[in-house]
């Protein structure tokens, strides 16, 4: 899995939205992760999707490391699968997954994104 550069921006465009529930697709090792729970501070709770479990294992290690595991939670699934369940609104939703699955997040953002909130690709 690879780090990418956009870390310190998401960071940035986290702490400026000041987000309390955030759902990312796509966590990979935890990278973007780390940075959204870093940007939105201590009121802000981080959920995670992850097809993979060896990638939610290696994160949650990562997040736990980072002392961060209590506000960022991996949800182990396929986004098709994860999606659909999930409730409530998001203040911001960050998805970086194949492009090929993008259309069914973003139908599922609609419904998850409360009003105003920011999705981010
Ligand atoms: C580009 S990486 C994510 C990198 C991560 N956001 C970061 O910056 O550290 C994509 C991750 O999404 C996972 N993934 C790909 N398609 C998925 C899907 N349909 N549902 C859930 N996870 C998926 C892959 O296993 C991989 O770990």
Request: charged share 25%; hydrophobic share 40%; proline share 4%.
């Amino acid at each position: 899995m690879y780090p990418s550069s956009n870390g310190p921006l998401l960071g940035a465009l986290a702490a400026a939205a000041k987000p309390k529930r955030l759902l990312e697709v796509g966590c990979g090792l935890g990278y973007s992760g780390l940075w959204l729970a870093y940007g939105a501070g201590a009121g802000g709770y981080v959920e995670t999707i992850e097809a993979s479990r060896e990638h939610a294992k290696i994160a949650r290690g990562h997040f736990k490391a980072e002392v961060l595991e209590k506000r960022i939670q991996v949800l182990v699934g396929e986004a098709t699968r994860v999606l659909p369940a999930l409730k409530g609104r998001y203040d911001l939703i960050y998805f970086d997954i194949n492009p090929s699955d993008s259309l069914i997040v973003l139908d599922h953002s609609e419904r998850l994104l409360r009003r105003g909130g920011e999705l981010k690709r």
